[in-house]
């Protein structure tokens, strides 16, 4: 295994979509996997899945064209080692607010082989069943490490985050990051402050040839962002499709009396 769909994406210079599941649910993980997503993010932080649910979700996704990725609950090599032997092929890391943090959490996606700075321990577990036999050899070139910026402090020290060289790539909590900056819980990607630090990130991004992705919270802000020119976009989560198609419906029902 030496590349996935997500990189292919990426070098071919286009948008990758992901989807994103916060129910501690294999089969939602498999349904947003068999529906057309390029890849599909377990959501550890804030979702309600745990290490055994997990991995049942990425079992799920293996039959699925999705590339498999993992937002761990927080910057941890365990954690982090965990979500790559379980078969994610990538980790999406929140909070980062250094370039020592980035280091941190880049090492851990690495195995220190070949000359390579990384801190991951090895058992590759499910990564060689997903991976093939040679996934030891493949897979510090095919994981996916990406550092979210949603933090005043990541902000300030957002070229330093994404010159680290383990780091291939950041990822925008625009949620997180308009609190950060004074605005409050959803404030619009559109407000002019928070707008100029999605630019500004996606800026340091593109400087230092790193991948620049964002959590939207709906179709409409991923199609500008990829318009923006993201290279990955989460158009929102599987509990808002599921509370806008319920409501959806209600509505139908409720206004035929
Ligand atoms: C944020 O917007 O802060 C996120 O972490 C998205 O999940
Ligand atoms: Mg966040």
Request: hydrophobic fraction near 50%; charged fraction near 15%; charge should be negative.
């Amino acid at each position: 295994m030496t590349s996935h769909r997500l990189l292919d994406i990426f070098r071919a210079g286009r948008t990758a979509v992901a989807g994103w599941i916060s129910l501690d649910s294999a089969y939602a993980a498999e349904l947003a996997g068999c529906s057309g997503f390029d890849a599909v993010v377990i959501d550890c932080q804030h979702g309600m899945a745990g290490h055994a649910q997990m991995l049942a979700m990425l079992q799920a996704l293996s039959h699925t064209p999705a590339v498999p990725l993992v937002r761990v609950s927080q910057n941890n090599l365990a954690e982090i080692n965990r979500a790559l032997d379980a078969g994610a092929w990538g980790v999406i890391c929140p909070l980062v607010n250094t370039a020592a943090e980035a280091l941190a959490f880049g090492r851990a996606c690495r195995y220190p082989l070949d000359g390579a700075a990384g801190d991951r321990s090895f058992g590759p577990a499910r990564g060689l069943l997903v991976g093939g036999a040679d996934y030891p050899q493949q897979a510090n070139a095919a994981i996916l490490a990406l550092a979210m910026i949603e933090t005043q402090a990541g902000l300030d020290a957002v070229d330093a985050i994404a010159a680290v060289p383990q780091i291939d790539g950041l990822f925008i909590g625009p949620s997180d990051l308009g609190i950060a900056l004074g605005l409050g819980p959803g404030a619009s990607h559109e407000h002019p402050v928070l707008a100029t630090a999605i630019r500004r990130i996606q800026q340091a991004c593109a400087a230092a040839g790193k991948v620049a992705g964002i959590w939207c919270g709906s179709a409409e802000m991923a199609r500008a962002m990829q318009a923006q020119g993201f290279q990955l976009v989460v158009p929102g989560h599987d509990a808002i499709w599921l509370k806008a198609e319920i409501a959806r419906r209600l509505a139908v029902l409720r206004a035929a009396g």
